[in-house]
DNA sequence: ACCAGCTCCTGCTTGC
DNA sequence: TGCAAGCAGGAGCTGG
């Protein structure tokens, strides 16, 4: 899906536009997406004010003046984007409805924000807001990496003793909270770490690295606007161009990155999921 | 407790 | 050109 970055810069897009703005009428057009939605989740929208946008994890929160949180996970190919507003002195027009159009958010002034998703992996949910980390999605969920709580001594603890290979473990939201197949990928051939170790083998040194770099990946994919690769996209419907920086993910055959690394970069299967790295540099 | 594998779904790409 | 297989950013569940 959508990682932390892409997270993080969709709900970036919607906030000048969904913040202190009252939600006029939603459509919901299909009575779920993953799971079932609340069967009410329209009345409970239509009419409310949206009093702030945060994200926890890969889902973006959406608090009403009513009490209530807005849950939107979007899955692996959802898409949350902005039409019918001024951004920015641009007026961003409404498109005709399109196939897999499942939510639509008709603000007071005009604009309109549209949940897509083919897949259909996506999640919505409602809960009361000092409810919140009690909710099922949130309640085992690890620290958020760009948090201080997310420090080394938390992470070796962690890992110690984990025999599933470091790929899992980083990618096992209970560790922490955020990361997906891509940044891991990055992250552990920013930290010369194969994705093949053993969790709990990793040097102290080595599982200390991984703190900084973790944060510096996530942070220079938030700033690049997240990465596109097929299905997504800034609410404002622009590509993220984090995936033109990648050093390994997707980059199967080509030449290790790492100067006078005579490598290349090699994918293999990990519990199903495609692994990219280095076997010279990362070990 | 931990871990690997399967599953939900559509659509794009690849290979024969 | 056509068709089927393979693959995709997630994550909950099952069974070992």
Redesign the pocket.
């Known amino acids: 899906?959508?990682?932390l970055p892409?997270v993080e810069t969709v709900m970036r897009g919607l906030d000048p536009v969904m913040r202190d703005s009252v939600i006029a009428s939603v459509d919901v057009n299909r009575p779920d997406l993953?799971w079932p939605f609340p069967v009410d989740m329209k009345q409970r929208l239509d009419g409310a004010r949206v009093v702030g946008l945060r994200r926890r994890?890969?889902?973006v929160l959406i608090d009403l003046d009513r009490g209530e949180t807005l849950i939107v996970?979007l899955?692996?190919?959802g898409r949350m984007l902005v039409t019918g507003a001024m951004i920015g002195g641009f007026h961003h027009s409404h498109v005709a409805p399109e196939?897999?159009d499942h939510v639509v958010f008709h603000m007071q002034d005009g604009a309109r924000v549209t949940f897509n998703d083919?897949?259909?992996?996506g999640a919505m949910d409602m809960v009361a807001t000092d409810q919140l980390e009690q909710h099922?999605?949130f309640a085992?969920l690890g620290p958020e990496p760009l948090s201080n709580s997310f420090d080394a001594a938390y992470l070796y603890d962690s890992l110690k003793?984990?025999?599933?290979?470091i790929k899992?473990?980083l990618?096992?939201?209970r560790i922490v909270a955020?990361?997906?197949?891509?940044y891991v990928c990055e992250v552990l051939f920013r930290t010369g770490i194969s994705p093949l170790r053993?969790?709990?083998t990793l040097k102290k040194q080595q599982t200390e690295a991984l703190v900084p770099a973790i944060r510096q990946v996530l942070e220079d994919a938030i700033l690049a606007g997240?990465?596109?690769?097929?299905?997504?996209r800034r609410a404002d419907g622009e590509l993220?161009y984090f995936q033109h920086r990648f050093n390994v993910?997707?980059q199967e055959g080509a030449p290790c990155p790492t100067p006078e690394c005579s490598g290349e970069v090699k994918?293999v299967?990990?519990?199903?999921?495609?692994s990219f790295y280095c076997p010279i540099c990362q070990r």
């Open positions: 899906m959508p990682e892409e993953r994890s890969k889902y996970h899955g692996m190919s196939k897999h083919p897949r259909r992996f099922k999605f085992k003793g984990r025999k599933s290979p899992s473990a990618l096992d939201q955020g990361l997906g197949n891509i053993k969790a709990g997240g990465s596109s690769l097929k299905d997504f993220g993910y997707d994918r299967i990990q519990s199903g999921r495609s």
